[in-house]
């Protein structure tokens, strides 16, 4: 049960423990920008010590971003996801590479299709795109359907 | 009984539709009902086909499934090292018009707009009857002197 980890991260950043606890193995962290990776450091340190993934949310009607850290225990076997939101104009955020080394190609990935900026990420270049000229294509604003259209017109 | 053996070779093109090598393009599920002529059960090497691992060896190039924009460079420098005579196969639905990812951002929506292609076969995935098909037809056509593109 991840009630001691709740109250790790109830105690240190004055959340409500019963707010953290998601399920009988699973806690959620809403954390704010400027202390995310102080409480994604505390989580490796209680445990966490697999980063599963960086995926990234776009709300935007609300002008933001949300970057999801989804962690693993091997030894709790319990799974702990931390949520961060940025703004969405010029997004940036601190890379978590200095953590998780693994972090790198997720957080590449990330930037490639939302176009964050993971400051202190050694290596950002294009994954998988080739000559991308649009904005990145997991945005919301990407119309798919007419760039596919204008793109492989010639195709029909 | 004689049907069944196989006919002698009587020319170069006899000998060619006899032994094609075959080097493999796949990216998605087009593969999986190749697969039982690749194993014993539909058994592709009675027909003297060979799956090699270099395209120059190659003399059928096989494109199975969806192919990205980024593929579809890798695909054209591989046929691009393929030897005369080449024949080039698609499977399925993908390659032919971008299938399930007709809309997607990076597929391709037609193959034959950047390589030559000169066997489709239908099906998502196709079925193993209709690629026995395609061989027995590609077959014939160059033992008829097809060259390919």
Known sequence: MPEDIAAALASRFGESVSDLI???????????????????????????????????????????????????????????????????????????VDLWPGAQIHEREAHELFGIRFEGNPDLSPLFLEDWKEIPPFRKDFDTRAYVKKRYEADE | MSKVLPQAIKSK?????????????????GFLELLPWVGSGYDMERFGILAVSTPRHADVFIIAGYVTEKAVNRIKRIYDQMPSPKYVMALGSCPMTGGMYWDS???????????????????????????????VMAMNAIKKGFKGH
């Open chain 1, 22 to 96: 998601l399920g009988e193995r699973s806690i959620l962290f809403k954390a704010e920008k400027d202390a995310f990776h102080e409480a994604l450091s505390l989580l490796k340190t209680l445990g966490f010590e697999h980063l599963s993934d960086v995926s990234v949310v776009d709300y935007m009607s609300e002008g933001e971003f949300e970057v999801v850290y989804h962690l693993w225990s091997h030894a709790r076997k319990e799974r702990a996801t931390q949520k961060v939101r940025i703004p969405r104009e010029s997004p940036a955020i601190d890379s978590v």
């Open chain 2, 105 to 135: 951002y990076s597929t391709v929506k037609r193959i034959d707009k950047y390589i030559p292609v000169d066997l489709w076969v239908l099906g998502c995935p196709p079925k193993p009857e209709n690629i026995g098909h395609a061989i």
């Open chain 2, 13 to 29: 093109a006899d000998a060619s539709a006899n032994s094609l090598w075959v080097i493999n393009y796949f990216t998605a599920c």
